[in-house]
């Protein structure tokens, strides 16, 4: 008969190949096929259980045979709330029940756990949000280039044909009034400001849109086309500049908060009465501001009475109000009780109307960054209740920040807006693949909308759960398991974050944190993965026996092709809502059975060899004396291996963790060579014991060779 360790020697010595051929076998390959096909066809827990060659499947991958007949306790196991430590799973205190459930997706009530998916993920909302930030910082700077073009070369146009040959200034003016400069006809326009609004008939006039009559008051031509006095006067400039950044939506910028200012500093001067003042609403804006209120909320009536109130009456509207920024408004100006004023003078006072412009533009900043907050939490809510593309683009909200994100017009087509948004983005043939504007793809990639319009789960280079054994991976690798140290936490983070952002191999290999971090977590150094190995260790399926971590010396990546939810042509594939398994854990499963039918029938001839085998896989992942007591194969193993009396299971169970903490080092079990060392013990003290008389010189010859 062959020693225990020299039949554990045949079968560990190369194991790669040793489980190959295990797997190779006709029987192992058939159920193993059949749990690929069949796992996702269970959708409760009911289906699972009544399935035996899937339930058996999983049952013997999990070193559980031995309770195959435990329906009941199984079902009470895969029910449990796993994050609830009081659950059913949780108390118990063999750790394999707890693996079993967290390899499935069943909730407490026996189905599937449900996975709503969402417009977008946390990342997908927190890269909109700042890329709005982004955008709105760069349309101002762009809009005021824009409007300091303006301002000087309108001050040079000397008829109406300088004025639509230079392009800049056409479509700044045609801009500012709400008309698109894309589609109009120049001719059109050439007729419209040489038009006199003063007849009805006038080309001006016969639109029904009346932003073409706005344009011709703007700029001044005569019918002949010449602007013998300038096409602009100051404060026709300083309207059409302001009124360009509202309805580029610069609005809440810094230079349209300059543009406000320099109009109200030309109109006020043409103020003659409280209702010239009021019925402007960028002057009414500019006070309300100016002087701290909220202009989105002030009525022109309400200033109108605060500014002909008689501040020497305490009975009068100004003192009815107890913001006493009201009476500071009423103090700034001229007007009569009446709303008039007395001849030669000025609506404001030149000291007050100082203050107030200064005053004016910090308000204005303030006012601007509460209005874009106001917007991104608006988004930010309303994007929870959307279950279609439709859903969005109804929301004027919700559509308008998607389009200020993203850098578009809100000129822009909503069909072409909506085209993208359901494109997807991995389709080289799709609509944002085949136009040369980026930020289509950009805007396709942010959301998660299927062709029909409807929510669906995004593509993952990394399912959660792969995710976070990666990142346990990672902290173990680096000596720091329990993430104590900031630099492991930051990797994590990081990790955990630009992971979801990962539409494809490309997308991961560009990144070197995300390659460095990958390496390192399997147990590598960074540079001994080339990219080209890398790409064709995502791009295997570890369950086909000739795909590229399946041949040769590269079964070594095996687990981190497992690990990964990469198509064969790099993209990253859809999660697994609806599904009893992530790919990742089917995986697993198939190569626990495997190593299990192994050691299974190395026990049939040998009992040791099987405990020896099961001692090599469980090892690593024991951490205390207290595991060891726990698990009555690993017990065993090193019982005999340390020669301890059977009598020591009588002892309290403190005491016993204390006499196995004495006799070996359980944080070496990590070490390899370590685990080998009592592997070799065991077996030779099993033969001692158990043998027949032959095999005890054998066993004392292993003894000698490492040390009693």
Known sequence: MTSTYISFRVLANDLDRTLSRQAARSDIAREAQYYRDNISSASTVDDFLADPRLYNYAMKANGLEDMIYAKAFMRKVLESDRTDTNSFVNKLADTRFLNFAKSFNFSPDGKLAAVSPSMQDQLQLDDTLESYSVESTNRGSAAATESEYFKTAIATIANVDQFVSDNRLFDFALKAVGIDPSIASKAAIKS???SDLND???????????????????ISFAADGSASSGAQTTLQTANTVFNYFERTNNGGTPAAATARAAYFQQAIGQVNSVDDLVNDETLLNVVANGFGLDASIETAERIRNVLISDLSDPGSYVYQLSNPAYQEITKAFNFEFDGSLASGTPAMKADAQVQMIADYKVNYDDAAIRRATFAKNIFTLGSKGVTSVDDLMRNSTLYNVTLDAFGFDHSTSKATIRRALVADENDPSSFVNTTRDARFKSLASAFNFG????????PRAQLESAKQATMRLYSTTVDDPTETQQATKDANVYYNQAMDGVGSVDEFLSDKKLVSYVTNAYGFSDGDISNDTFRSILTSDPLDRSSFVNTGDN???????????FRSDGTAGFGAPGKTQDYSKVVST???YVRQSMETEAGDSNEAVRLALYFQRKAPTVTTALEILADKAVFQVVRTALN????????????QAALIGKKLDVSKFDDSKYVDTLISRFSAMYDIKNSTAE????????????GR
């Open 451 to 458: 062709d029909d319009g409807q929510l669906i789960v995004p």
């Open 200 to 218: 009805p008939e006038s080309y001006a006039n016969s639109f029904s849109n009346s932003n073409y009559a706005k344009l011709a008051k703007a």
């Open 695 to 706: 095999l005890p010189s054998v066993a004392l010859t292993i003894l000698q060779q490492i």
């Open 192 to 194: 419209v400001l040489t």
């Open 555 to 565: 079964k070594k990546y095996r687990l981190i092709a497992s690990a990964f939810n």
């Open 590 to 592: 198939v190569d626990a």
């Open 644 to 655: 301890l009396p059977d009598s020591m299971v009588n002892l309290d169970i403190d005491v």
